[in-house]
């Protein structure tokens, strides 16, 4: 089983980046699917989430309004698109997914990817 994040990168504060989380080896339908950030000397925060078997979303409150999580079953991948980015979202972002449990702890999730480093300058 693999996740597969992708799409980070440096971008002026104000811009926009979407991030992908391409999963593979099972299928994830009945799994939650997350997005965490970790900056340096942080611990891993939750950022947002989609339930596939509803299209729940959830989202911390310094994102709201302005990130939004998404799903694509049939490529079972999840996108988190990023805009209005401010330093702060500056973190590694990791895609996870959880079978049960608490969606917003990080020890819920059975599954991580990589991360990918989203850098926002000013």
């Known amino acids: 089983v693999q996740l597969q994040a992708s799409g980070g990168g440096l971008v002026q504060a104000g811009g926009s980046l979407r991030l992908s989380c391409a999963a593979s080896g099972r299928t994830f339908s009945d799994y939650f699917m997350g997005w965490f950030r970790q900056a340096p000397g942080k611990e891993r925060e939750f950022v947002a989430g989609?339930?596939?078997?509803?299209?729940?979303?959830y989202y911390t409150d310094s994102v709201k309004g302005r990130f939004t999580i998404a799903g694509d079953i049939d490529k079972n991948t999840v996108y988190l698109q990023m805009n209005s980015l401010k330093l702060e979202d500056t973190a590694l972002y990791y895609c996870a997914a959880a079978r049960t449990g608490n969606i917003f702890s990080k020890w819920s999730y059975n599954y991580w990817g990589q991360g990918t480093q989203v850098t926002v300058s000013s």
């Open positions: 989609i339930r596939w078997s509803d299209g729940s979303t």
